[in-house]
């Protein structure tokens, strides 16, 4: 079983860039979210798509854009990528209104 | 919204148990108390998570205290591979907002 898959894992901007994190899970959940963390930080909640056609904001959405594409795919694209957003980002999903996510490995953006 | 504190480390011995404390005085009814952990390098595993009674289960057993303002995850064994940050986070009965709220959480070290 491969989970929740992130792609890239690393990647690397200039500032003003735009780029799209893809996330999919093989799990059948209905909901997936985006988190950042940052250095010596726990997560922070980006976006979540409580279901397939629904997204809303979490705790630090400014900057960011989400998709949810249909059901296995949930994208974040950074319009205009700054410095202020590197960080890791972890994608991770969870059936409807149960209590356990399942996280990816991340994907590591450095924005120079 | 209901937080929790965690010390910001704490080490122990290979093969001991481990016993790491939770606080969350202003917890509601309605609150899950989870836990997760995250390896270096790696998302956010989940580990347990209970409302009120004692949970057990293969990785870890959950105490919660009669009056719920805190609880410790128990570690029976400790092995290299417990060292990781531990997160104690509450959620909503059937939230499906994804509002797990990730403190620092507790760095444990394992020594051989």
């Known amino acids: 079983n491969a989970g929740v898959t992130q792609t890239p894992k690393f990647q690397v901007l200039k500032t003003g860039q735009s780029m799209t994190l893809q996330c999919a899970q093989d799990?059948?959940?209905?909901?997936m979210y985006w988190y950042r963390q940052d250095p010596g930080m726990g997560l922070r909640l980006i976006y979540y798509?409580?279901?397939?056609?629904?997204?809303d904001k979490g705790e630090v959405p400014n900057g960011y854009n989400v998709s949810r594409l249909n059901k296995r795919e949930f994208s974040l694209r950074l319009e205009s990528a700054a410095p202020s957003q590197t960080s890791v980002y972890f994608c991770?999903?969870?059936?409807?209104?149960?209590?356990?996510?399942?996280f990816g490995a991340g994907s590591r953006l450095t924005v120079l | 919204d209901a937080k929790t504190t965690q010390p910001n480390s704490m080490e122990s011995n290979e093969e001991e148990p481990v016993h790491l404390p939770c606080n969350h005085s202003?917890?509601?009814?309605?609150?899950?108390i989870h836990w997760y952990r995250q390896l270096p390098s790696q998302g956010p595993e989940y580990v347990i998570h209970?409302?009120?009674s004692n949970v057990n289960n293969r990785m870890a057993s959950l105490a919660i205290a009669e009056d719920r303002k805190s609880s410790t995850l128990i570690l029976h064994r400790a092995t290299l591979r417990d060292a990781a940050v531990y997160y104690c986070?509450?959620?909503?009965?059937?939230?499906?907002?994804?509002?797990?709220?990730f403190g620092k959480g507790t760095k444990l070290s394992v020594k051989p």
């Open positions: 991770a999903s969870s059936p409807f209104g149960a209590n356990v996510l399942t």
């Open positions: 798509s409580a279901s397939e056609g629904t997204t």
């Open positions: 202003t917890i509601s009814g309605t609150d899950y």
């Open positions: 209970g409302l009120t």
């Open positions: 986070i509450l959620r909503l009965r059937g939230g499906s907002q994804g509002n797990l709220i």
């Open positions: 799990m059948n959940h209905n909901s």
